[in-house]
């Protein structure tokens, strides 16, 4: 699985969107981006995935850049609740171990 | 509601002292897998299984044992526990085998081993 990159906090206002930023540029052509999110030491929490096609559903919209080299997490209207740690996966298809590290992902801090 | 149930949810234990710690979902899902997270180190895979009385090792396999005598329950065994493995555990599941799918994970477990 491509390595990703993401910056390790963020503020963001309540009620604005929080946009978060990942970098994944040797990601391969069959990888998809996935976001999930840990809220203080509960269980990760799946939000969103894409291949190369923006993507969105009730809690997010994925932006994935032309070159997919890149994506943006977009909280359209962070709540307090939202504040959690945000973890950017770049996985490819196939079963076994699946490689789920959640390495050190973006600690989102949503502001009142 | 969907969900992956595990217990408990705080345990503090003795050295030596064999322990299960039991998961559980109701969402029929064939895969199932269990996690440690540590400060530092991240979310590790310490066993999976990709179907009933299919069982194998992730990451992290050493002092655990694992069983999926049926479906909807997958628990881990720690047969004689050691510090080392004072952690938080996370039980989780998927529809199938594919990495691709959504993986739901339990609230976790927080074990302290003296």
């Known amino acids: 699985d491509a390595k990703t990159t993401q910056p390790p906090s963020m503020d963001c206002a309540e009620g604005r969107a929080a946009n978060l930023p990942c970098n994944h540029s040797?990601?391969?052509?069959?990888?998809?981006v996935y976001w999930y999110r840990q809220i203080h030491s509960q269980g990760p929490q799946y939000i969103i995935h894409g291949l190369k096609n923006n993507e969105t559903n009730e809690m997010a919209s994925l932006i994935i850049t032309e070159d997919r080299k890149s994506s943006t997490l977009i909280l359209p209207h962070a709540t307090l609740r939202d504040t959690a740690v945000y973890y950017c996966?770049?996985?490819?298809?196939?079963?076994?171990?699946?490689?789920?590290?959640f390495g050190k992902g973006t600690h989102l801090i949503i502001q009142p | 509601e969907a969900q992956v149930t595990q217990n408990p949810r705080y345990l503090i234990t003795v050295t030596g002292k064999k322990l299960t710690v039991t998961c559980s979902q109701n969402m029929n899902h064939e895969y199932m897998s269990w996690y440690r997270q540590d400060p530092g180190l991240g979310l590790r895979q310490i066993y999976y299984s990709m179907n009933v009385e299919v069982t194998d090792k992730g990451d992290v396999p050493e002092g655990y044992k694992v069983s999926r005598k049926e479906k909807r329950n997958f628990p881990l065994i720690l047969e004689s526990p050691s510090p080392n493995q004072t952690s938080l555990y996370f039980c989780?599941?998927?529809?199938?085998?594919?990495?691709?799918?959504?993986?739901?994970f339990g609230q976790g477990t927080r074990l302290t081993v003296v």
């Open positions: 996966i770049v996985r490819g298809a196939g079963g076994g171990a699946d490689g789920l590290t």
């Open positions: 989780a599941s998927r529809i199938q085998w594919d990495r691709l799918t959504e993986a739901f």
């Open positions: 040797t990601i391969s052509g069959n990888e998809y």
